[in-house]
């Protein structure tokens, strides 16, 4: 019957389509004539209405674990937000946000901020996913390409097993889209039968589908949230006062701490259970919010006076971009001691022209440093993870600065006490621009030299400074590593690349890592403005090389810091190792890093491998506050995969769970491919500095990652066998015949069931931290 029913609605929209055409100028639309004029449509009921409490306990939870695992951010196929009423009335749209080719900045399209209505949208070219013409059942069935899509779905199921063929179901983020409105939807049709939703995975069970078809059918009407508890109010009263006080150094302060918590999902840690975002609004607490749009959270707001408010989350709460932070009684004591209660002031409030705004030197150089540098410090893990989290993480490129996996100390603040520090930088300041005083519009030869040269001007006077008060490196003690005041566990912290995708989590996980970066506030606030503050997805290529050229300076000024604390021989051994097969242009740039870490050490060294036996002194020294949280117990079963390197580690996948099922107890586990290179200074052609023999794999409890590339279901009987085979893989065949075995695959038939059990458990086990996992990454080997 479906088939009839879609072959019959592909016969009159084809029809019509050509009546349109050969009538030229009679109608804008062919869909005009067969469905009345299009309208925007207010879809949204009371959250206590029938239809109100369908949507919120059937309709959506089945949206968010079946579509919104690849629609649900600034990646969705085709702009197309299913993770929202919002989005989902705000449609698709042909144009990319992603395009590392555009010469001039994109409009932004950003959900609830660029446009607040769906004729604004329509306005910006985003076309209808659902009905909005003639209002029946039967032409919302006809009208709309949710419901086309899952019937095409339905109609060409694709096999329950084995590999998909690629020719005609491309796969990656890269792969080409064709974001077809309605009025295309039968050529789409037929040039792409097994382009049904969901996208390159099993269809719908029966019951499901017609859920979402009987929900189109009826209008889709949709509900927000219920209200919120009164209980939330008067919190959110509170923090708004907090940041809303009239003085100027109140001012500065909030200014301050909004332009590194914009993207944190706030939550309160005595009522978890809903998440706010700290926004730039018009309005004053007390009245409903108006956001301020911006690009960036810096921007001249052109409005007399910036109110900070706290506003619902309303969106269904993905992995990759969840940031959970926490706020209670003790946070904001931690904030009045750092700022508003704290004894400096201000005389003036900064402008928020691009070449002061962009800078947080100059900005803030009112707000005492140590006060700047321990609101990201002891906070870390979410600083990082602004980089991690935020838009420019997403493919190889903006991500191959960085090693697969390398561990993070910070220095401690105790060194930026001081007058003399807070007047150092503000004498540095201009040597410590950042390509965002360029904004979207940038060029890259010319800019990247000048911000070269400023930036070697910094080093050399930072240099000059350290050997004047500390001549015989006395400075380069363990003592400079922050300890976490003995209890905070954001004093370390490891990376985790995966290839076009990454993570930060606390503690010194997995295997000694090749490299380290020790981390202090100039190189902190740097890397935060960089890539999160002032990094613009809708930027022009200029802007996007430059943000990942001058991360090239930020990675090795970490890099040089630890080095600093070996010996001196081993830091040239290292910065051999670390950087071989270099071109010669970096070269030239690493003997000039060279000169800036001449300093001897004071730390004394017994061993013929410095490095280790330096990890094993840190290690250490932040015993009382390392985090142990994805430590792998020595008897676990599967220890022997952290064992794993070279052929049978490169022949793996950049990032796996494995769900294991032991009885009616199940666990979570994550598997990273972490790949060797002899360095990571190509913007290009990684591919070329690829050394697989040096590739090794880490095996962690729970979720790692958020774009999971394979998926493993095991029982526990099978944990010896998937170990071997692991370690015995050789060839493609053989990881094929892996799959076989023990995979849970785009096409097995229990696809859905598993990842229904997959993401309850994370639920379960991570109740804050956790969010939908992306699919679109998944292989298909």
């Known amino acids: 019957m479906l088939r009839v029913w879609f072959a019959r609605r592909r016969w009159l929209l084809l029809l019509v389509f050509l009546g349109g055409c050969a009538s030229v100028g009679l109608v804008n639309n062919p869909l005009d004539q067969l469905y009345g004029p299009s309208q925007p449509i207010n879809r949204m009921v009371s959250d206590n209405t029938t239809h109100g409490q369908h949507f919120l306990n059937e309709v959506q939870p089945l949206l968010e674990k079946r579509c919104v695992v690849c629609h649900g951010c600034y990646d969705a196929p085709c702009q197309l937000k299913l993770s929202s009423p919002e989005g989902i009335d705000r449609g698709a749209s042909k144009a990319k946000v992603y395009d590392g080719t555009r010469l001039l900045a994109a409009e932004p399209t950003r959900l609830n901020i660029d446009a607040h209505s769906t004729r604004e949208w329509r306005e910006k070219k985003f076309f209808p996913v659902l009905n909005e013409r003639t209002q029946s059942t039967e032409i919302n069935h006809s009208n709309s390409l949710i419901a086309a899509l899952l019937d095409l779905k339905q109609q060409n199921p694709g096999p329950d097993h084995g590999l998909l063929d690629e020719s005609q179901t491309p796969l990656g983020i890269y792969r080409p889209e064709q974001c077809a409105p309605q009025e295309e939807l039968p050529k789409f049709a037929s040039e792409h039968p097994s382009w049904g939703m969901p996208y390159a995975l099993p269809a719908l069970s029966k019951t499901e589908h017609d859920i979402l078809q009987n929900w189109i059918a009826i209008g889709a009407p949709m509900a927000g949230k219920p209200e919120l508890n009164s209980a939330y109010l008067a919190d959110i ?102 700022f508003f209660n704290a004894d400096f002031s201000v005389e003036h409030l900064p402008n928020y022209e691009p070449e002061t705004a962009a800078n947080p030197f100059a900005t803030f150089a009112q707000l005492p440093v140590e006060s700047r540098y321990r609101l990201m410090l002891e906070e870390s893990q979410f600083t990082i993870m602004g980089f991690i989290k935020g838009p420019v993480c997403r493919g190889q490129i903006a991500l191959n600065v960085i090693d697969d996996h390398f561990w993070a100390f910070f220095i401690d603040p105790k060194v930026y006490r001081g007058s003399h520090i807070d007047e150092f930088l503000i004498q540095q300041k201009d040597n410590l621009r950042l390509p965002g005083e360029k904004q979207s519009n940038a060029g890259v030869i010319s800019d990247w030299i000048s911000y070269s040269i400023a930036n070697n001007r910094y080093l050399d006077a930072k240099t000059a400074a350290i050997k004047q ?207 060797g290179h ?7 052609y990684e591919d070329e500095k690829r050394l697989p023999a040096e590739d090794y794999l880490t095996l962690v409890p729970g979720v790692l990652g958020s774009y999971p590339n394979a998926l493993w279901h095991l029982q526990n009987k099978d944990v010896s066998a998937f170990s071997e085979a692991i370690a015995q893989l050789k060839t493609e065949d053989d990881y094929h015949a892996l799959k076989q075995r023990f995979a849970i695959n785009r096409t097995s038939a229990d696809f859905w069931q598993q990842s229904d059990a997959i993401y309850a458990l994370y639920r379960q086990s991570e109740p804050i931290e956790s969010g939908l996992l992306d699919y679109n990454r998944l292989e298909n080997r």
């Open 237 to 338: 009263d509170k923090w708004e006062k907090l940041l809303n006080q009239s003085s100027k150094k109140a001012q500065l302060s909030s200014r301050y701490i909004y332009e590194h918590w914009f993207l944190a999902n706030l939550y309160f840690s005595d009522k978890p259970g809903e998440f706010f975002k700290l926004v730039r609004s018009s309005t004053p607490p007390g009245l409903p919010i108006n956001i301020i749009a911006t690009r960036r959270p810096y921007d001249d707001p052109q409005v007399k006076q910036v109110y900070y408010r706290l506003q619902r989350v309303e969106d269904s709460i993905l992995a990759k971009t969840n940031m959970p932070y926490a706020l209670n009684d003790a946070r904001i004591t931690w904030l009045n001691n750092l």
């Open 469 to 675: 008060i500390f001549p015989n490196g006395e400075i380069n003690s363990m003592d400079l590593i922050w300890d976490g005041d003995g209890h905070n566990d954001n004093a370390s912290l490891t990376i985790f690349r995966h290839f076009d995708s990454s993570t930060v989590v606390k503690g010194m996980v997995g295997q000694p890592t090749k490299t380290a970066w020790l981390i202090g506030y100039p190189l902190l606030e740097r890397i935060h403005y960089l890539l999160v503050a002032e990094f613009d997805v809708y930027g022009n290529i200029g802007h996007q090389l430059l943000s990942r050229l001058y991360m090239d300076f930020l990675r090795m000024e970490g890099e040089f810091t630890f080095l600093s604390l070996l010996p001196q021989d081993e830091r040239k051994k290292l910065i051999d190792y670390w950087y071989r097969d270099a071109g010669l242009d970096v070269k030239l740039h690493l003997s000039l890093w060279e000169k800036h870490i001449t300093l001897p050490t004071s730390i004394t060294y017994n061993s013929a491998n410095p490095k280790q036996e330096l990890y094993e002194k840190i290690h250490a020294r932040l015993l009382p506050a390392l985090n142990h949280h994805y430590d792998l117990p020595k008897n676990d079963a599967l220890s022997s995969i952290n064992r794993i390197s070279g052929l049978p580690a490169s022949i793996m996948p950049e990032l796996s769970l494995i769900y294991m099922e032991e009885g009616k107890k199940s666990r979570l586990y994550t598997i990273m491919r972490n790949s």
């Open 678 to 684: 002899s360095n990571i200074t190509s913007l290009l």
